[in-house]
Structure formats: structure tokens, C-alpha cells
């Protein structure tokens, strides 16, 4: 059966499926189950568990292995002090089943009740009731399934042009953007942090040596940096033919027709079907029968059966079976995750979209990103940093000038006129529904006041307000305000005001530049006034660190000495054990490539430090740098934003 997608803004992707239920009645519909399986962390955990190890134990454990690899090489091979009877029972179930989740927004609807053709349950999330079938048993059972996917992006359009159209009176329609040069532009520098599709590591890697210049540049851009192109060897040969510095050739005259635009570079799925209709003289029907069969676990019967028409056929065109096995090869390699053209097209237009504002606008495209978390490649903290350096003005949050989520406000400083306010939501602990309970007070007159009216605050909540300076707007300094927080938690609606006391705080000293960065890291996760490397970069300077920007004026081949906060840590299926690390300081991003005889050579502190010295040397092709890591040490910054580690 047909497997249907529908991307739907991810903040009403709810109101979607409960529409379907709505529509359908939950007799007729319901979602798809997810079997969680055993991976090596929460295998460790619980065989922890089950021989009486106490929860901190077993948490200890379990940070010692990587998710990545099995149990046996995490716990074995890297010398961990997990007990053996531990790592033997955690082996013998990884993979097992674990327990039934709830798949991400697929959906079965049946012309009859669905209980007659399998089991349902009610779901631990209200209004979710769910097959007790995975979307494979699903397809074996001959169901059609439905994929509601949360797109974050179409979101953040979504916000971007409501933004646009409150602050800057343009109503932007994103049918009708104009195709620009200056967008092309800026995404030639990589400026991509943020953008649809191309933010990735690898993605702006590609975009200097890829050039974009036209809309389809961006459709093979988006195609191009996926595990089948990858695999399949085709990356680089697209490149230096983009580039003229390859000719552009073909396996066989044949393939000319269904590969010219791609440069005779095979990367989508409708071009592995065209190849079998122009070579193999195959049907369309049998060419779509191809792709499936290439693209899913099929029996090796089936295959064969396929692959000796497959050969057939090209005998018959006079291919003859030498470049055959190539084609066939190249074929198989890109099969499974070949994307569709028509998928890459539409991408691309948000791709687009999204270039477009974060250019124009980037004041909006920063606040939209920032109500639409969690989404995207990059954490807020990166999101925030990279909007300052393109003169955005970003604020913390305030009690009576925040709304619930991150908005706009006039500023005659920055970019655009308009500067970036921090939402309640972002502080520590504050969730969307208690963010706007305490929009709707607004304004305040006292810390008091709020303590009242929302009575559902807690010390905690008022001691997150009162780190993230959010009580500024009454004059107070932040120790000052902590200080209120404590004594204000002892009232509320049903005791008399003004009788609380010990709200004036004695004199107490101001928090320095890095204070604040540190308190607003912890209370928000996100220091836009200090970035943590800015505030030793003195020290830095001392020891010879290049910072990210300076490293575009040293040579090629020379060892340099970077440091910055780790914002990711990478190691792709198709990097044969190489992983890549995200550094950050105050002026900009720097890659990392680490070797695996390096990785473990330094594993622990590659694992854990929240930020890093390294040593290494420096590489540049086609615009693109990168450092080639030979030595690790960490970086003691105090606070930093969390890592997004191996996604």
C-alpha cells in the first residue's frame, strides 16, 4: 500500500490528528505503534537495575558507553568500569523490544472498525488511542498508512511573515518571493545557520564549493548531502563537474537522457526509474517496482528476478554486462534513500523562504526560530549568536515587556530597527501553558503582584524569573531580585498584601559580565549579551588560539591552536569512524575533523567537555575550512549551552 506524508505546521500537528479522529471516529482510525528496542545505554541501565544498583549507579553506567555502538564494544573495548555481569546480560537483549511507543504522526484509517483488524489501546498521551501494530506490520497487513509530520520550519514561516507584517507593515507572500541574487549570496558563504535543510555541518561544507546561483541548485543542494548520494560516491564528482573541473560523462549513451541535468550523477529516485525504462526497456509500472524493491526488504528472490530483466533488457540495448554490473552498482548504492525529485523541488521552495527572511529580516527570521523550538540543527544559544553577529540586537526576558514566546520590539540599534525579547517560555522550568498565564497578567506592578495573580508560580519559578534579570523592569538588580523571590514565595492571593517581610535585600555586590552570561545561560540557556569564550579570550590570545574568523587568513597546511564551546558532536554512518565536532566562540563556528585513532586517544575528554582546546591542521578547499584535530584538552569556560551530540 501507498505510504502517504503530509507536513503540517509542528504547532498544530495536534490539531490535525485530532481532526482525523474527529472526522473518522476513533472506530475507524488510530495511530500507529512504535516498537523502542534495547539500545546499549538503556540496556546497561536497566540490567543495572535489575541486579539492585542504585539509580545513580546505574546512570554512571550507562554514560560510559556510547549510543552509537553495541554493548559489547561500548563497554569492552573502551575500558569501562561497567561490572561484566552488567555488560553480559545487557548484550544478550540489546535489540530486544523494550516497550510500545507512539509513532511520530502516522495514522491508520480503515473502511471498517479498525478493532477487527488489529488490537487497540488507549495511549498515555490524552486523546491518543493506538494500534498495537508497528507501520511494518501495518504495510504486511495491507493498511494504508498516513505520515502527520511536524514540519518546524512552516512553523517558523508561518510566525516569520505575522512578525513581518506587526513590525515592518509588509504582507509577504511567500507564492511570490522574488528570486535574488544577494539570497544566492549568502548562502555561496555558507551564511545558512537557521535556513531550512542546508544549516547542517555538511550542508555548509557543500554550499561554497556547491556555488547555488538558480532555484535547482537548491534542489540537487538539498538531494546531494544524504547517506544515498554519499554512499553511492556522487558528492564529489557532482561538485567538480559543477565546477568544470571533470567532464561531464556517462556509463553508457543511454543514461544521457535521464541524468544530463544532474551532470550524469544519478540522485533521485524518479531517475532510478527512468534509467530502467532507457536501458532495460522497462515499463513504467515495472520501473516503480524496481524502485520499491531496491528501496525495502525484499526477498532476495524477488531481487534476482528483477536484476536478471534488469540485465536482460540492457543486453538488448547493447550495454554490455561490465558496464551493466556499474549501473546496476550505482543504482543499488542510492536506492534506499534516494530522494524524490518532487520532494527536493518542494523543499527547496522553503529552503528558499527561508533564506529570504533570515536576509531581509533577520531580526524576525531569529524571533520565529526561536518560538518554534525545539527544531533544527542549531541550539538557541548558536541561533542567538549568529543573529548578533548580523547586528541583531537580542534581549533577555522582562516581566511586563515579554510575551510568552520570543517577539519583537522597536530598537533603533539593530538590524532593521527591531531587536529580538526572549519569551517567558525560555525560562528555566517555565513551560508554554505557565508562559502564558503570565502574558495574560501582564503588566505587573511588583514582584508581589505576579506572586498573586499567577499563583500557580513556585520559589523555583520566581528564582528562574528573578536569574534571567526578568525583574529588571522594577529596578532591581538580580541578586537584589533573588533575594525578593525568596521572601515573595511566602504569599499569595489568599493572604492579606504588603505584610510580607524581608523583601529589601542589603547591599549586595553587582554580578560581573561573565556573572550575568553565566546566570543567563542557566536560567534561559541562551547569553545573548556574552559569549562564554569572550570572556577569557585575553588568555586565549596568550596561548596562541586562532578565533573562528581569523582563521581565514591563515595558510593552508599550517597548525593552529582553536578552542570554543562544543555545539556538536557527529560520527555519520558514512565516515568509516571519523567524527565531527562543532566549535563556537564569540565570533563564529569552526569545524573539526577528528580521526578515530585521535578520538580515542583523547575519548574522554572528547566525550564530556562542554568546551575544548584543539590542536590540529588547518585545511582549506573551495572556501571551506577545516581543522584536522591531532591533540584535545578541555577548555574551562565555567557555563556553557549543552552540546546536541550525535544527531
Known amino acids: 500500500p501507498p505510504d502517504i506524508d503530509i507536513d503540517i505546521e509542528s504547532d498544530r500537528r495536534e490539531e490535525v490528528i485530532q481532526y482525523v479522529y474527529d472526522r473518522h471516529g476513533r472506530h475507524h482510525t488510530a495511530q500507529v505503534a512504535n516498537v523502542i528496542t534495547y539500545r546499549s545505554k538503556s540496556a546497561i541501565r536497566d540490567m543495572a537495575k535489575a541486579l539492585g544498583y542504585a539509580q545513580g549507579q546505574q546512570d554512571a553506567f550507562s554514560r560510559q558507553v556510547d549510543r552509537w555502538r553495541d554493548v559489547l564494544s561500548g563497554a569492552i573495548e573502551d575500558d569501562t568500569t561497567i561490572p561484566l555481569p552488567v555488560v553480559e546480560l545487557a548484550a544478550e537483549i540489546e535489540h530486544f523490544p523494550r516497550h510500545l511507543g507512539i509513532h511520530s504522526g502516522g495514522m491508520v484509517m480503515c473502511d471498517r472498525p479498525v478493532i477487527e483488524v488489529c488490537p487497540v489501546e488507549w495511549g498515555r498521551m490524552e486523546d491518543r488511542s493506538v494500534l498495537q501494530w508497528d507501520k511494518d506490520d501495518c504495510a504486511a497487513a495491507g493498511l494504508v498508512k498516513f505520515d502527520l509530520l511536524g514540519l518546524g520550519m512552516l512553523s517558523v514561516l508561518h510566525y516569520a511573515t505575522d512578525l513581518i507584517a506587526e513590525h515592518h507593515g509588509v504582507e509577504v507572500d511567500l507564492a511570490t518571493l522574488p528570486q535574488e541574487s544577494c539570497v544566492y549570496d ?149 536506492s534506499n534513500y534516494g530522494f524524490p525529485e518532487s520532494h527536493s523541488v518542494s523543499f527547496s521552495y522553503l529552503v528558499y523562504a527561508s533564506s529570504w527572511i533570515k536576509y531581509h529580516y533577520p531580526a524576525v527570521f531569529c524571533a520565529a526560530l526561536l518560538k518554534a523550538q525545539p527544531m533544527g540543527f542549531w541550539s538557541p544559544h548558536t541561533l542567538v549568536g549568529d543573529a548578533r553577529r548580523h547586528g541583531v540586537v537580542v534581549r533577555t526576558p ?72 526578568a525583574f529588571g523592569c522594577f529596578g532591581i538588580d538580580r541578586r537584589s531580585a533573588l533575594w525578593a523571590a525568596g521572601a515573595m514565595s511566602q504569599t499569595s492571593a489568599d493572604r492579606l498584601p504588603g505584610i510580607v517581610t524581608g523583601v529589601e535585600a542589603p547591599t549586595l555586590p553587582g554580578m560581573s559580565p561573565q556573572e550575568l552570561s553565566h546566570a543567563d545561560l542557566w536560567a534561559t540557556g541562551v547569553a545573548p549579551d556574552g559569549h562564554p569564550t569572550s570572556f577569557i579570550r585575553g588568555d586565549l590570545t596568550e596561548r596562541g588560539v586562532v578565533t573562528a574568523t581569523d582563521l581565514a587568513d591563515v595558510a593552508s597546511g599550517e597548525r593552529v591552536l582553536v578552542g570554543g564551546v562544543v555545539t556538536h558532536r557527529q560520527r555519520p554512518a558514512t565516515a568509516q569512524g571519523t567524527t565531527f565536532l562543532n566549535l563556537e566562540d564569540e565570533t563564529g563556528l569552526i569545524n573539526v575533523v577528528v580521526s578515530k585513532g585521535c578520538w580515542q586517544r583523547y575519548r574522554q575528554i572528547a566525550k564530556g567537555a562542554p568546551a575544548l582546546l584543539i590542536r590540529g591542521r588547518l585545511e582549506k578547499e573551495e572556501g571551506v575550512i577545516n581543522i584536522v584535530a591531532d591533540k584535545l584538552e578541555p577548555l574551562p569556560i565555567g557555563a556553557a549551552p549543552a552540546s546536541r551530540d550525535f544527531r
Open 398 to 469: 522582562d516581566l511586563n515587556r515579554s510575551a510568552a514566546a520570543a517577539t519583537l520590539e522597536p530598537c533603533e540599534g539593530s538590524t532593521g530597527s527591531v531587536s529580538v525579547r526572549l519569551g517567558f517560555d525560555y525560562v528555566r522550568g517555565i513551560g508554554r501553558d505557565l508562559a502564558e498565564e503570565i502574558d495574560a497578567g501582564r503588566p505587573f506592578a511588583s514582584v508581589e503582584d505576579l506572586r498573586r495573580r499567577v499563583p500557580s508560580l513556585s520559589l523555583a519559578h520566581l528564582e528562574a524569573l528573578a536569574t534571567a534579570g
Open 186 to 334: 549568502m548562502l555561496q558563504k555558507a551564511d545558512s545557520i537557521g535556513v531550512f535543510q542546508i544549516e547542517s555541518r555538511a550542508q555548509m561544507a557543500t554550499l561554497p564549493r556547491l556555488k547555488p546561483r538558480t532555484f535547482y541548485d537548491l534542489v540537487v543542494e538539498v538531494a546531494l548531502i544524504r547517506p544515498g548520494p554519499i554512499q553511492g560516491g556522487s558528492v564529489h564528482p557532482y561538485i567538480r563537474r559543477r565546477n568544470g573541473l571533470e567532464p561531464v560523462t556517462y556509463l553508457h549513451p543511454l543514461l544521457e537522457n535521464a541524468l544530463a541535468k544532474t551532470l550524469g550523477v544519478p540522485l533521485f529516485q524518479e531517475q532510478l526509474m527512468q534509467i530502467a525504462i532507457d536501458v532495460a526497456n522497462f515499463t513504467p509500472a515495472d520501473a516503480d517496482m524496481l524502485r520499491q524493491a531496491m528501496g525495502s526488504k525484499r526477498s532476495r528472490e524477488r531481487m534476482d528476478d528483477l536484476k536478471a530483466r534488469f540485465f536482460d533488457g540492457m543486453r538488448t540495448n547493447g550495454i554490455t554486462d561490465d558496464i551493466g554490473e556499474q549501473i546496476w552498482l550505482k543504482l543499488a548504492a542510492f
